[in-house]
């Protein structure tokens, strides 16, 4: 009996697999399987609304640590002599525990205001952590994408802005809720 070669009927069959479309094998080195591996899990930027914006996967690159200073500074800079340098801070590493599973979007929209959101904000977006009650998370409730504190208890599970104006989101049976990560940081530009 021939052994090898294409036989009718047998092998893999054509379908989706888990990505909603055809899928292809290749070679990868083995050093890179785990990267590639996250990176088809990061979230696949679909209709975003208005409220959130991609921007994309966090790369950490080359370093860019700038001087950290010692104390606070209740109004005014501190003086930038080494002398009262603390250190330095990398502010990739500061906000990025999983680069591969980290990734930047930004805010559009006032619902997260009180806990130090705001429009126009970078969130950085962790999918490797999970949610706990009380984590503010990038979550997709019936298709829609929304930034919330989430509230995590045995009799309810919630999505609670941190704005009067907006009402807390009570998760209703048959309701489909997906947290795609944890806010892990805020940036935001002043000018």
Do not use: C
């Amino acid at each position: 009996m021939p052994r090898g070669g294409i036989r009718p009927g047998q092998g893999r069959k054509p379908g989706f697999g888990p990505y909603g479309e055809p899928t292809q094998v290749i070679r990868v080195p083995v050093s890179r399987v785990s990267e590639i591996k996250a990176y088809l899990q990061q979230p696949k930027p679909p209709s975003w609304p208005s409220e959130i914006e991609w921007q994309g996967a966090a790369h950490l690159g080359n370093p860019v640590a700038l001087p950290l200073f010692d104390g606070s500074v209740p109004a005014g800079f501190p003086s930038p002599a080494e002398d009262y340098a603390e250190g330095r801070l990398d502010l990739n590493a500061y906000l990025v525990e999983h680069e591969a599973a980290t990734f930047y979007v930004r805010v559009s929209g006032e619902s997260m205001r009180d806990a130090g959101i705001l429009s126009g904000d970078l969130l950085a977006v962790d999918r490797a952590l999970e949610a706990r009650h009380g984590d503010i998370v990038l979550a997709v409730l019936d298709g829609q994408l929304t930034v919330k504190e989430l509230y995590q208890q045995p009799d309810a599970v919630k999505l609670l802005p941190h704005n009067p104006d907006y009402a807390p989101i009570l998760i209703q049976p048959g309701q489909e809720l997906q947290i795609w990560g944890v806010v892990k940081g805020v940036v935001r530009k002043l000018k």
